[in-house]
């Protein structure tokens, strides 16, 4: 089972509680049953299974009932508490400070696991908190890595390290880092070579290279989805180097995430970060609580005001203020629907809103998405002065702008409707924000 359909059958399972009109034991047995279900298909430990069932039933049925609490919302309580506790109860973050020496996080992991794009990420991360990051190809084994590696960084404009041709892995890391350290950078992260849990002798070289490096992390990438294999190769990289922490990549709707994470989980190694997706930015620090959350169906409303909070960085005050002034233009149009696709999915950010993700047909979510992409072909197509003056299209201009973008011109003449209705709605803002300033009362008719 996927994590997107497990995430479906809990929430389900809760469901019958909240509805119920009364809580008994035999509505807890059949909660606990279905979650026993859902969780062993999701392919989660079974002994996990177990022990985390008899918690649930323990603490539903015989704990005392706060003052002015239901037992329901009590069930709904323990639930998330638990599961949440399975999976490391509080978030746990990879310690970095700036100044004092360049500091070194060390990535490994199975080859395919997602690591190299993981690097990135990570860099990624770091640098939008103010880090000087740079990347090290220390793998010289696989073909291309140094140049896969080059393209990503030079996407997410993150400087890499590498030699063309090297065959000392542990050389090329030494190097990287010192090329770094002495430009002045604030952290380097090394990706390696993949190896594999039953390679002995890459294994002992990754050993070598953690004892030459001297890392302030060794991060093991692990792919979620490959379920409770996790498990093992968790436990033979942490033999060759203690892992400091994990990076969960390709957590998204098709990952069997119920059996990776309940794997590492069991291994003691925290999870500092999920990969939620292709993009580069697509990298989330990993809190239990949050994650339980969105898998029951309750919402990720901080995580989602942070995605916001990002994106609001980038848009120059200039920018903001004739927005809000109301001089709303199709190319600003454009850069809203481009900022909309930064935060990932359409389905990803409903799944953050309580009771809403598993609620919206995958259909109509789809056609959100395609409707977005097709938008932004339109406005591609347009000259610069239809962008800034959208009066101007007449009929022989939108034949055009469709045939150039593909799409027909029902679409060009909806989009230009839906832009309409946003222009409108900046005027009307930008009146009541006039009139608020001038003391006049909102809605009052501005002079």
């Known amino acids: 089972m996927s994590l997107e359909k497990l995430g479906k059958s809990l929430h389900e399972a809760l469901r019958k509680v909240l509805r119920a009109p009364a809580v008994d034991e035999k509505l807890v047995k059949e909660l606990v049953r279905d979650f026993q279900r859902a969780l062993l298909q999701a392919d989660v430990n079974v002994q996990l299974v177990l022990d985390l069932s008899k918690r649930i039933e323990q603490r539903a049925l015989k704990d005392e009932i706060p ?17 949440a506790r399975l999976l490391g109860d509080k978030p746990r973050s990879m310690e970095l400070e700036k100044g004092g020496g360049i500091r070194k996080v060390l990535l490994v992991g199975i080859q395919g696991s997602g690591k190299t794009t993981s690097a990135i990420k990570l860099a990624r991360f770091y640098a939008k908190r103010g880090f000087r990051v740079g990347v090290v190809c220390a793998d010289t084994y696989r073909p ?25 892995s ?46 302030d992390h060794v991060v093991l990438v692990i ?34 995430g119920g059996g990776a994470i309940s794997a590492v989980a069991a291994t003691g190694a925290p999870i500092y970060f999920v990969g939620t997706g292709e993009g580069i930015d697509n990298l989330e620090p990993f809190d239990p609580q949050r994650f339980v959350g969105r898998l029951l169906g309750l919402g990720d409303l901080q995580g989602l005001l942070e995605r ?16 809000v002034s109301g ?68 009929p022989s201009r939108m034949r055009r702008i469709a045939r150039g973008s593909g799409t027909s011109e029902r679409e060009v003449k909806e989009l230009i409707e839906q832009y309409n209705m946003a222009k409108k709605m900046m005027r009307q803002l930008a009146k009541k924000r006039g009139a608020f300033r001038r003391g006049l009362p909102l809605g009052f008719p501005a002079a």
């Open 223 to 256: 792919d979620a989805t490959i379920g409770q294999q996790a498990l093992s190769q968790a436990e033979a990289f942490h033999k060759a180097a203690p892992i400091g922490g994990i990076v969960l990549s390709k957590l998204d709707g098709s990952a069997k």
């Open 327 to 394: 001089r709303f233009t199709l190319e600003d149009m454009l850069d809203q629907l481009g900022a909309v696709r930064k935060l990932g999915p359409i389905s990803s950010l409903l799944n953050k809103l309580p009771m809403l993700g598993y609620s919206i047909p995958k259909e109509a979510m789809e056609e959100a998405e395609h409707k977005i992409d097709r938008w932004k072909a339109i406005i591609l197509s347009m000259t610069p002065e239809e962008r800034e003056n959208p009066k101007i299209l007449n």
């Open 144 to 168: 291309g890595a140094l140049e896969q590696l080059k393209q990503l960084g030079e996407k997410g404009g993150i400087p890499v390290y590498g030699e063309e041709r090297a065959e000392d």
């Open 308 to 323: 916001f909070r990002e994106l609001e960085q980038t848009v120059s005050r200039e920018k903001a203020k004739a927005i």
């Open 170 to 215: 542990i050389k090329v890391a030494l190097n990287g880092v010192r090329y770094f350290d002495q430009q002045g950078f604030d952290l380097a992260i090394v990706d390696t070579a993949g190896r594999h849990k039953d390679e002995a002798s890459l294994l002992k070289e990754m050993e070598e290279l953690a004892n030459a490096l001297n890392p």
């Open 67 to 83: 003052p002015g609490a239901s037992r329901r919302d009590y069930v709904v309580k323990v639930v998330y508490e638990e599961l």
